[in-house]
């Protein structure tokens, strides 16, 4: 069994950062896609970003390409999201993901979920 611990959320003024952390165990870390997905009130889950089991590829939603960085610690079984210049629209429940796949694909599901961290940005 997989335990995915998110930690990082708060609130941040618009234009603000944070940088959110998921703690992973249960299985080796290193072979696995991570990701980031998304939530806001009255919406459905969103895909953010994704990396590759060993970090050389990443993917990002159109909605947060370069403004999010995701970037993962294979040493500390951890994946990271680096938001800066938040907006608004980013308010929501953030959702860390590990799939069972080396790469990531959107037709790939994760698997694994943590229970998620609360991010709100205040316009």
């Known amino acids: 069994q997989v335990q995915l611990v998110e930690s990082g959320g708060g609130l941040v003024q618009t234009g603000g950062s944070l940088r959110l952390s998921c703690a992973a165990s249960?299985?080796?870390?290193?072979?696995?896609?991570m990701g980031w997905f998304r939530q806001s009130p009255g919406k459905e889950r969103e895909f953010v970003t994704a990396?590759?089991?060993?970090?050389?590829?990443?993917y990002y939603a159109d909605s947060v390409k370069g403004r999010f960085t995701i970037s993962r610690d294979n040493a500390k079984n951890t994946v990271y999201l680096q938001m800066n210049s938040l907006k608004p629209e980013d308010t929501a429940v953030y959702y860390c993901?590990?799939?069972?796949?080396?790469?990531?694909?959107?037709?790939?599901?994760?698997?694994?979920w943590g229970q998620g961290t609360h991010v709100t940005v205040s316009s």
């Open positions: 249960g299985r080796t870390f290193s072979s696995y896609a």
């Open positions: 993901a590990a799939y069972s796949e080396r790469y990531y694909s959107p037709s790939n599901y994760p698997n694994y």
């Open positions: 990396i590759s089991y060993s970090g050389s590829s990443t």
